[in-house]
């Protein structure tokens, strides 16, 4: 258990809403990462975190920003969510074990747009 | 961008059976990641190699790196370990070395008693 937790775990939302999604961690992990998860298409990376304050594009970062304030916190804001925004969310963060690294994921966040 | 196929997509084997899932992946990586996700539930890191097998319990992992393939093989298998299985792959982003992962579409095993 690397100490992560996602809030919340659950919301229902209408299009055109703004939406931030909260992961923590307890571990002090230097590097965080913003994914989600949809049927056809598994996981993609959507934006990550190398440092307070310090956050680059995944794959998929269109309509999602981030901040990352302070070592334990990394929010997600949908700025004006849409229907394709509709997803499971996870939260991991990574632990270095030698040259790369393994990452521990969080529990979830499934949101539904309306 | 790196493309991460799995085969099979999907898997029905009867209890005791030995089961092998199959990634192959398009480009050079820095570590490839075997990762089980039970139905709604959370995601758990089962393996991380760079290089040759790696052994926890009944599950084993090997890495071709010149193949670019990797196998996850699971030796007597049972109900529990139904579940879905995703391969991944690190690389290196610009801007401060993060591993961001990329990842197969997932292999959903189910174990028959």
């Known amino acids: 258990d690397a100490g992560i937790t996602q809030s919340p775990r659950h919301k229902v939302t209408e299009t055109g809403t703004p939406v931030t999604l909260r992961c923590h961690q307890t571990?002090?992990?230097?590097?965080m990462y913003w994914y989600r998860q949809d049927p056809g298409h598994g996981l993609r990376l959507i934006h990550y975190?190398?440092?307070?304050?310090?956050?680059d594009k995944g794959e998929v970062s269109d309509g999602y920003s981030v901040s990352r304030s302070k070592t334990e916190d990394f929010l997600l804001t949908l700025e004006s969510a849409t229907s394709s925004q509709t997803s499971v969310y996870f939260c991991?963060?990574?632990?270095?074990?030698?040259?790369?690294?393994?990452?521990?994921f969080g529990p979830g966040t499934r949101l539904t747009v309306l | 961008k790196n493309e991460v196929e799995q085969s099979p997509q999907n898997l029905t084997a009867q209890e005791g059976e030995f089961i092998t899932i199959n990634c192959s992946y398009s480009?050079?990586?820095?570590?490839l990641h075997w990762l089980q996700q039970h139905p709604g539930g959370g995601i758990v890191s089962l393996f991380m190699?760079?290089?040759g097998k790696k052994k926890h319990g009944r599950l084993i992992a090997t890495i071709n790196i010149q193949e670019k393939h990797s196998s996850l093989h699971i030796t007597a298998s049972h109900p529990r370990d139904s579940a879905v299985y995703i391969c991944?792959?690190?690389?290196?982003?610009?801007?401060?070395?993060?591993?961001?992962?990329?990842f197969g579409k997932g292999t959903h095993l189910i174990i028959q008693p």
């Open positions: 991991a963060i990574s632990e270095r074990q030698g040259p790369t690294r393994t990452q521990y």
């Open positions: 571990e002090n992990h230097r590097y």
């Open positions: 975190s190398y440092g307070v304050k310090d956050t």
């Open positions: 480009v050079g990586i820095s570590a």
């Open positions: 190699l760079s290089s």
């Open positions: 991944a792959v690190s690389h290196m982003y610009s801007g401060g070395g993060a591993d961001g992962l990329t």
